[in-house]
């Protein structure tokens, strides 16, 4: 065990498959943690209390021990990969996380309503998973939408927001990845994306509002098509 050693920055796995309890407990200095493949099982305490771990890539992890990243203080952002078969009591309490990423809930039980703070603004899951709440937390959607591209809906605003990367086009409106929702949509954000994809808001005829990001460069054909309630475009300026 390292616990408490507080100037350990870097850690370089060997072909482990757990990380035993209090292994890293109050290591103060590291920042990041890269799992091997080989690394299946996070014991309880592992790294509790590592307060400046900000970043974490859980590989192919199937279980999350109780209090396993508690306190980590720094922590705001987390995604938990499909391989994932169980979180445990408040594995991820007093941290700063605000949304959490699930590409996984083929387990019902996968985590308990204390597993997370109060205070953790939103679940997301792939829209696949018909569920309006996991972990005791609102969901929102999303998936991905192009090259390093992807989106997230949020059913309680109707509001679509695209990412960084290269949009896809989509001859048939019915292949676009939202088109479960398009109907529903009211506002779509822009944020990162520089193009917007061939049909992908054809039909979104609730859609009054469309945000466009400042490095926008190219709007392809019938992207808007028959989006009969606009109101609002924020062109960017050039």
């Known amino acids: 065990s390292f616990e ?98 699930f590409y996984g809930l083929e387990e019902p039980s996968l985590c308990s309503n204390s597993t997370f703070d109060d205070d953790l603004e939103f679940v997301a899951v792939p829209m696949k998973y018909k569920t309006k709440e996991f972990c005791n937390k609102t969901t929102v959607t999303m998936g991905e939408c192009g090259v390093n591209c992807s989106f997230i809906f949020y059913p309680g605003e109707n509001s679509l927001v695209i990412t960084d990367g290269i949009m896809d086009d989509w001859n048939n409106w019915l292949d676009v990845p939202w088109n479960g929702t398009m109907g529903n949509i009211t506002k779509v954000t822009i944020s990162g994306t520089k193009n917007i994809g061939k049909n992908a808001f054809y039909g979104a005829t609730s859609l009054v509002t469309v945000d466009l990001h400042p490095d926008i460069e190219s709007i392809a054909d019938y992207s808007f098509y028959n989006c009969s309630e606009i109101e609002t475009i924020t062109l960017p300026e050039h």
Not at 16 to 42: A, D, H, Q, Y
Not at 66 to 82: D, M, R, V
Request: proline share 1%.
């Open 4 to 101: 408490g050693a507080t100037s350990l920055e870097t850690i370089k796995w060997g072909n482990i498959e757990t990380i035993g309890s209090f292994s890293f407990k109050g290591c103060t200095s590291i920042k990041t943690i890269n799992l091997v493949e080989s690394i299946k099982t996070i014991q309880n305490n592992a790294f509790e209390d590592c307060t400046s771990l900000d970043f974490i890539s859980f590989n192919k992890i199937e279980i999350i021990g109780k209090n396993a990243f508690y306190g980590c203080e720094s922590l705001k952002t987390l995604t938990i990969p499909a391989t994932v078969k169980s979180i445990d009591d408040e594995s991820f309490k007093q941290t700063s996380l605000k949304n959490v990423i």
